[in-house]
């Protein structure tokens, strides 16, 4: 590329990221091949991060960030010509212009930006498994929750929904199960059913409520976000830099690691196959991504794998920020085309292991001793390897970094107050909603019964009334003298679930579940997004 290419910042089809013996350019066009930036704390991986999200953004690419540590917020504010930036820029021949970015902030906590909020039934069951860390039995459990739900046109929403669905299910499946006298249809239900036990459920109360102390309540709820508003650009044609406050969210790693899985598994599922265009149509920095895949099971790791490859021809790129490569599955590293290493640590044997692995993970280039100057690199200073022609990595080259246009280093409480108050989105997700939904119908429903009707004989108490509202809602017109209520409820939840639940709750149903209902209008409760697409 020429001298005036590297004088003038980017091009028309390339971001240019710093210059070695050559220049480094990351060509838009491949962009959506994903990426990798690593190295120890420290190194200058935050600045990588914001001169990647630059390019894109001049690019008319809009950006999704996590920012850990406040730093990347000074995106948004104009960059200032101190003397080291300048040397910088002088040092690989670009002349530097100071320049802001258009930027949402979002706050799942809704402190430091808009609030970002998702309905129970969207998560659904298997993340949010995840993210209660519940075990297989109790998984189960809230699968069946989340199905009975699904089938009795009661919305989850927000947390107080789910425990309405985990206190209704677990008196009735108890009541089932304790009866002797049942026929054998009942008594398969009772025995697919039988881990629905009020202890079971209390366990999965209690993750409820630790998840509430550390602001989950906060995430679930209404209005629930468009990720529309995302892939978005400005007056000028840049995309809009989208910047999620993560320094309390932090504080919980898995709800972190499972919030933005959550995100790219919704993008995957809305956005149309696009193959690949000259740019991405969006592009996703996953920062610590190691805890994306600590302790995942392998049907979540699958499917994790499965949503990188596949998302690519919907146009969105995927980068990963962590220490390492090798904190990165393989099958997953496999996918990941444009890599920037910064140094990493070597004073221990499985330091200098470490530095090995991710040394191979680059094409060889015979000028340079890879493994030794990933130990030598400065602050600034990145080894790095873009796809380039077809799709092939290039050989890794040394490189200095060039300095980012805007501000290096977070912005003030009142910066951050005035760019909320500009915001494109101010006002649409401020003020939280709380429609009727699972919570709400079940109250209505009992207290409407009560007041006309009265417990039945032998049918006192919720109970009764929960198990008369599910036979009128499965649509059953046996007389209510043949049959006690817990056995009305067992034969018409046998027709809909024993057959799926037989053989164990949790796989078998999510089978059921996950190949059934799909996408439907309106979405499926049970199904949320990456659970439906992990039960298929």
């Known amino acids: ?150 089938d009795m046109g009661l919305p989850l929403m927000d947390m107080k929904d789910l425990r309405a669905m985990l206190d209704a299910i677990a008196p009735i499946a108890q009541k089932v199960a304790d009866n002797g006298d049942v026929n054998a249809d009942i008594r398969q239900a009772a025995q697919s059913l039988g881990n629905v036990t009020k202890q079971t459920v209390g366990t999965i109360q209690r993750q409820l409520l630790v998840l509430e102390n550390q602001g989950g309540e906060k995430f679930f709820g209404e209005p629930a976000l468009q990720l529309k508003d995302f892939i978005r650009t400005d007056s000028q044609g840049r995309g809009l830099v989208n910047i999620l406050v993560a320094d309390k969210l932090m504080t919980n790693p898995r709800l972190y690691a499972t919030f933005l899985l959550w995100m790219l598994s919704e993008l995957f599922e809305e956005l149309p196959e696009v193959g690949d265009p000259d740019k991405p149509k969006l592009v996703f920095f996953f920062d610590e991504a190691h805890l994306l895949f600590n302790d995942a099971p392998k049907p979540l790791m699958d499917k994790i794998e499965q949503v990188v490859r596949l998302i690519r021809s919907k146009g969105v790129g995927v980068y990963f920020i962590t220490q390492n490569p090798i904190d990165v599955p393989d099958r997953v590293l496999a996918q990941l085309g444009n890599r920037l290493q910064h140094a990493l640590r070597a004073f221990t044997p499985r330091d200098q292991k470490a530095v090995a692995a991710a040394a191979d993970t680059f094409r060889p280039n015979p000028k340079l001793d890879t493994a030794k100057a990933i130990t030598e690199l400065g602050k600034g200073e990145a080894l790095v390897s873009f796809l380039e022609g077809n799709g092939t990595p290039a050989m890794v080259e040394r490189v200095l970094v060039r300095p980012p246009s805007a501000r290096i280093g977070p912005i003030t409480p009142e910066e951050r107050k005035a760019i909320i108050a500009a915001s494109p989105v101010r006002g649409k997700y401020d003020t939280a909603v709380d429609s009727e939904s699972a919570y709400e119908k079940l109250r209505a429903r009992i207290d409407g019964k009560s007041a006309s009707e009265g417990p039945a004989p032998g049918e006192g108490g919720i109970l009764g009334q929960l198990g008369g509202l599910f036979s009128t809602v499965f649509g059953t017109n046996t007389p209510r003298g043949k049959l006690t209520t817990g056995q009305l409820v067992a034969r018409n939840v046998a027709r809909t679930v024993a057959t799926t639940v037989v053989g164990g709750v949790a796989a078998e149903l999510g089978k059921k579940v996950g190949g059934s209902l799909g996408s439907s209008v309106g979405r499926s409760i049970v199904r949320g997004t990456l659970g439906g697409m992990l039960r298929r």
């Open 1 to 150: 590329m020429a001298a005036s290419g590297i004088a003038s910042g980017d091009t028309e089809d390339k971001i240019f990221i710093g210059k070695g013996e050559q220049p480094a350019w990351l060509t838009l066009a491949l962009a959506n091949r994903h990426g990798l930036v690593t190295g120890a704390t420290g190194t200058g991986k935050t600045v990588s991060l914001q001169v990647m999200a630059e390019g894109f953004a001049r690019a008319g690419v809009p950006v999704f960030a996590a920012d850990i540590k406040g730093d990347l917020s000074g995106i948004a504010e104009v960059g200032e010509a101190k003397d080291f930036i300048l040397k910088r820029a002088q040092e690989i021949g670009l002349n530097f212009q100071p320049d802001q970015f258009t930027t949402v902030f979002w706050d799942v906590f809704g402190e430091q930006g808009h609030p970002v909020r998702a309905t129970v039934s969207e998560m659904g069951p298997l993340l949010l498994s995840r993210m209660l860390d519940l075990n297989d039995v109790q998984e189960g459990v809230l699968n069946v929750a989340f199905r009975v739900a699904d």
